[in-house]
């Protein structure tokens, strides 16, 4: 029986309005919210951690799933993120980096990152050189690849008549999801603001400790510092949800991790630091530097407590201790001169600046022998330890129970 024109037009006002799925908004919120997490998943564990640097293999299922997930929820090609993604390793913060915010500015990157994918994402060069190893199958090059916009296409007409009208207001945030958590907010401010664990050889940082919204891709230092790596978090204060999901996923077979961050072993204290002491340093370098770090922190916290109770001027030290415990290219020109003022008025920091560059050239110094670079690394110890400086004879006391 068919309906009178007012029956039909009550009828659609109120598809437009409610869709199938007649939710309230705190529950359009959370699917919103649920299926932008999924992305989120999708994008750090398939096309970060097992498509790009090979930390970990999937198994069928959740592959086809997160390829599926992808093509609906963000168009995005595999191949292109993959190899876009190699090459900012690759040239991190040079011309050639896709989207260095050193090189391109924080706001270019910020707001403008989506543009700057798809810019990269039509050199041929690119994607030859760096996007080797990504799915070719029929259902790649037949409909993920060949018809990327449809799948974005199909989550729209899902949303709509789900929800109606609303549908469209979700698929947008669905949308810019992605380029603003991961184009934007990784690539730009993961390279300008935040907290460093580690002396990365680029300017990459920490955005927050626990890694829930971008699915653990917060902890982008982490990341730099062991690229092939599955698990992003490194200190037990750092949370990523994307290595909860990969453990459980590990437990029913789904996921096999290759790589993990190396951890150092620590032994009995030797006598004197020998070849497997240097192995373990050298293996272990960027935790040996945070170490380290830790050490210069407390010195100056206490060199900084000295010159309170003395009632002397705290300024230049205060300006300076930010940079003390990094590499010399990672200081910017505005704080030379009073890292300089801080070191000739601190003989002690002044020291342990000195050793620690010493004890960075031990795995930069390539044309040294592993024997000559052992006895250095004894002699280094022996300085240390004779040096007075509370911080660095116990930093060299546990350096010499290290082991690989």
């Known amino acids: 029986m068919l309906l009178p024109d007012s029956a039909v037009l009550s009828a659609a006002i109120d598809w437009l309005g409610n869709g199938l799925w007649d939710l309230t908004w705190w529950q359009i919120v959370l699917y919103t919210l649920v299926t932008t997490h999924i992305t989120i998943a999708?994008?750090?564990?398939?096309?970060?951690?097992?498509?790009?640097?090979?930390?970990?293999?999937?198994?069928?299922?959740?592959?086809?799933?997160?390829?599926?997930?992808?093509?609906?929820?963000?168009?995005?090609?595999?191949?292109e993120w993959v190899a876009i993604h190699r090459k900012h390793h690759a040239k991190c913060e040079t011309e050639d980096d896709p989207h260095s915010p050193q090189v391109k500015g924080i706001d270019e990157v910020m707001w403008r990152g989506a543009e700057l994918y798809r810019k990269e994402s039509k050199n041929k060069e690119t994607m030859e050189r760096y996007g080797h190893g990504t799915p070719d199958d029929w259902l790649e090059r037949n409909l993920y690849s060949r018809y990327s916009w449809q799948g974005v296409g199909l989550m729209l007409i899902l949303?709509?008549?789900?929800?109606?009208?609303?549908?469209?207001?979700?698929?947008?945030?669905?949308?810019?999801?992605?380029?603003?958590?991961?184009?934007?907010?990784?690539?730009?401010?993961?390279?300008?603001?935040?907290?460093?664990?580690?002396?990365?050889?680029?300017?990459?940082?920490?955005?927050?400790?626990?890694?829930?919204?971008?699915?653990?891709?917060?902890?982008?230092?982490?990341?730099?510092?062991?690229?092939?790596?599955?698990?992003?978090?490194?200190?037990?204060?750092?949370?990523?949800?994307?290595?909860?999901?990969?453990?459980?996923?590990?437990?029913?077979?789904?996921?096999?991790?290759?790589?993990?961050?190396?951890?150092?072993?620590?032994?009995?204290?030797?006598?004197?630091?020998?070849?497997?002491?240097?192995?373990?340093?050298?293996?272990?370098?960027?935790?040996?530097?945070?170490?380290?770090?830790?050490?210069?922190?407390?010195?100056?916290?206490?060199?900084?407590?000295?010159l309170k109770a003395k009632g002397a001027d705290l300024s230049v030290l205060k300006a300076a201790k930010r940079w003390l415990h990094r590499d010399d290219d990672k200081v910017p020109a505005a704080a030379r001169t009073h890292l300089v003022q801080a070191r000739a008025a601190h003989p002690?920091?002044?020291?342990?600046?000195?050793?620690?560059?010493?004890?960075?050239?031990?795995?930069?110094?390539?044309?040294?022998?592993?024997?000559?670079?052992?006895?250095?690394?004894?002699?280094?110890?022996?300085?240390?330890?004779?040096?007075?400086?509370?911080?660095?004879?116990?930093?060299?006391?546990r350096l010499r129970a290290a082991r690989a």
């Not at 052992?374 to 330890?385: I, P, S, T, V």
Request: net charge positive; aromatic share 12%.
């Open 42 to 79: 999708a994008v750090t564990i398939f096309l970060h951690r097992t498509q790009t640097h090979r930390a970990m293999d999937l198994g069928p299922i959740p592959s086809h799933f997160f390829r599926f997930w992808l093509w609906i929820g963000t168009g995005m090609v595999t191949k």
């Open 159 to 306: 949303n709509l008549a789900l929800f109606g009208a609303i549908g469209l207001t979700i698929w947008a945030v669905q949308m810019l999801w992605i380029p603003f958590w991961a184009a934007g907010v990784v690539n730009g401010i993961g390279h300008y603001w935040g907290y460093r664990n580690f002396e990365a050889m680029d300017s990459s940082t920490n955005l927050i400790p626990w890694g829930i919204i971008i699915g653990g891709e917060e902890l982008h230092n982490n990341h730099h510092t062991y690229p092939t790596s599955a698990k992003f978090s490194v200190k037990k204060y750092e949370f990523d949800i994307g290595w909860v999901y990969i453990s459980l996923m590990q437990k029913i077979g789904w996921a096999k991790v290759k790589k993990v961050p190396p951890k150092m072993q620590m032994g009995d204290v030797q006598p004197v630091a020998d070849a497997k002491t240097l192995e373990a340093v050298i293996a272990n370098r960027y935790e040996v530097m945070a170490n380290f770090a830790r050490e210069m922190r407390r010195a100056t916290k206490d060199e900084l407590a000295s």
């Open 348 to 397: 002690a920091l002044d020291k342990m600046m000195t050793m620690r560059e010493e004890l960075r050239q031990l795995w930069l110094n390539t044309s040294q022998s592993r024997e000559q670079l052992a006895a250095d690394l004894a002699a280094w110890c022996h300085r240390a330890e004779a040096s007075g400086i509370a911080g660095l004879r116990e930093f060299s006391t």
